[in-house]
């Protein structure tokens, strides 16, 4: 692939995996069951599967462009899925408390005023305990986790894919180095939605959706402005000027 | 290749069901987590209490650091003293482990001291014994978290087949794992442990928080009870979910095939989601709608 695919490359990895921390649901306030999500912060929980998705990419370095990006997705998306159940067991065995989407109970999410789960149809509202905003991750949302591990898994793939072959020339290592490369700029695409999540979100039908053109043209400026510098490098320096 | 693989895997997985529990229990007995905002919170609402209190980082970071730490250490000594590849890397991963369960203990040290004193106007007091006793057991299960993720990364590095290196493997780990440990197991602590006095399955309104359990089977609370608690539910959970996560993982790719393993992993993401769903319609038929003032 020519430098310049490989820079674009790196520009959308880096949108897609802003755009998947508005997909996965995670609140602070989930470790005092207080909240529907992983109870983390979106960004932290994010980066933990993108780096497991990096890790799975890795493994598939020699078999494509195309085999990179599933593995990516499928390492990203088993680590959300798993840490839902975990987080769903310690609720209902260790809490005593089912998992209740807290928005859909009050009418507030995207869904409009219904309060079903929209996977299940299981009725939400009697089921939050009052004072919180529900608790633990119910079908729709644990399906919304599954969907924003995979494009992260695929975002993470496509920034390790791109940095790796951009340095391909100039390096030996260049496993190593694109995968710290990768991570750090699946870092800061990470944590650039919390400005407009704010420390929670239930996921696909959280109202926090909606703003996601914000989030993606601030991921677009930073990962243009994280390729080009990437890109400089490795142009001059197969020149010879580094 | 076959049985290198398969006992790769066998050993990855063990080694981080070992790790998770070791985690979750250093962050459960030091409130290093999300829970650490119910304990800061106790004081300005009187509630004096002596638990042990290091949380002045994320629980991800700190994690990945303490595990890339293990790791630059041991691969240094392994690589640098000539021995045997299993007692070099064994000995190189047990004094990375020990450099950093001390440097924990400074940390944890310094930290809780400062978290104490933050809390001077609401007159919470800096009590020796409730840093003292739980230190060691803290830096206890920091030696035996990064020991394991330290083995762990080996492992996916030399029998596994990893591109990437040993501190770098263990730097992604140690971040994944202290993501997992602070999205489970902590919410047993958080939720169920500083809550103790409420009827289980009550639920945390907003208006209980920071309104902890101060008082423990031996009079005042110590932090070191914590993990006699959330050994038995939490740092299981958060172990099965890494252990999993690994196990898996590693499992799918024995074929040698990319596509076979992506194909297993979603085959294998789907059932979880079954087991979700069966789970949440078991708790919504256990526990019922919540019915006040019961």
């Not at chain 1, 969907?147 to 992260?152: E, F, P, S, V």
């Not at chain 2, 400074?106 to 809390?119: F, N, T």
Request: overall charge neutral; aromatic content about 10%.
């Amino acid at each position: 692939m020519d430098p310049v695919s490989l820079m674009l490359f790196i520009i959308a990895g880096g949108v897609l995996v802003g755009i998947c921390v508005h997909f996965i649901p995670a609140s602070a306030v989930g470790a005092m069951s207080a909240s529907t999500g992983i109870a983390t912060g979106p960004s932290m929980l994010s980066f933990g599967a993108g780096l497991t998705g990096i890790l799975s990419a890795s493994f598939a370095l020699d078999s494509g462009p195309v085999a990179m990006l599933a593995s990516g997705a499928a390492g990203s998306a088993l680590m959300i899925v798993l840490t839902i159940l975990g987080g769903n067991l310690v609720n209902a065995f260790g809490t005593g408390v089912p998992p209740v989407s807290g928005q859909t109970a009050s009418g507030q999410s995207l869904l409009g005023s219904s309060t079903k789960d929209v996977i299940t149809g299981w009725e939400q509202k009697p089921f939050v305990t009052p004072g919180t905003d529900g608790h633990g991750m119910p079908a729709q949302t644990a399906i919304s986790g599954i969907i924003g591990g995979i494009l992260g898994g695929v975002g993470g793939a496509m920034v390790f894919l791109g940095v790796h072959f951009l340095i391909v020339p100039i390096s030996q290592e260049t496993a190593a180095f694109s995968g710290m490369v990768a991570a750090g700029i699946f870092l800061i695409n990470c944590v650039l939605p919390a400005y407009t999540l704010v420390g929670k979100t239930e996921g696909l039908f959280d109202r926090k959706m909606l703003t996601i053109p914000k989030t993606f043209l601030s991921c677009l400026i930073v990962s243009t402005f994280l390729a080009l510098i990437i890109y400089s490098v490795s142009t001059y320096a197969s020149m010879g000027a580094v | 290749m076959f049985q290198i693989l398969l006992l790769g895997s066998a050993l990855a997985g063990l080694l981080a069901f070992l790790a998770g529990i070791f985690e979750n229990e250093d962050s459960d007995a030091g409130s290093a987590s999300n829970p650490n905002s119910q304990v800061q919170l106790a004081p300005q609402i009187e509630h004096l209490h002596r638990y042990y209190n290091k949380a002045i980082a994320g629980e991800p970071p700190q994690n990945a650091l303490w595990a890339a730490l293990a790791a630059t250490v041991a691969y240094i000594l392994y690589t640098r003293i000539g021995l045997d590849p299993v007692p070099g890397v064994i000995l190189g991963a047990v004094v990375g482990a020990l450099i950093t369960a001390i440097l924990q203990g400074m940390y944890g040290s310094l930290a809780h001291i400062s978290r104490i004193a933050s809390m001077k106007n609401f007159k919470q007091m800096l009590y020796w014994d409730c840093l003292l006793s739980p230190l060691p057991l803290s830096m206890a299960y920091t030696f035996l978290t990064a020991l394991c993720l330290t083995l762990l990364s080996f492992v996916i590095h030399g029998l596994l087949g990893s591109p990437f290196p040993v501190p770098l493997i263990a730097m992604f780990l140690g971040f994944t794992l202290g993501a997992i440990a602070s999205s489970t197991g902590d919410v047993h602590y958080g939720a169920e442990r500083l809550y103790q006095h409420y009827k289980f399955g009550s639920g945390i309104a907003i208006s209980k928080q920071g309104d902890i359990d101060v008082k423990g089977e031996y009079g005042y609370r110590n932090s070191v009870d914590t993990p006699y608690f959330t050994l038995r539910f939490g740092g299981p959970v958060t172990g099965l979910t890494f252990g999993l996560l690994i196990f898996i993982d590693a499992l799918s790719r024995i074929s040698g095939s990319v596509w076979t393993s992506v194909i297993l992993e979603f085959l294998i993401i789907a059932l979880i989601l079954i087991v979700i769903i069966f789970l949440e319609k078991y708790t919504r038929n256990r526990y019922g709608p919540f019915e006040e003032g019961k």
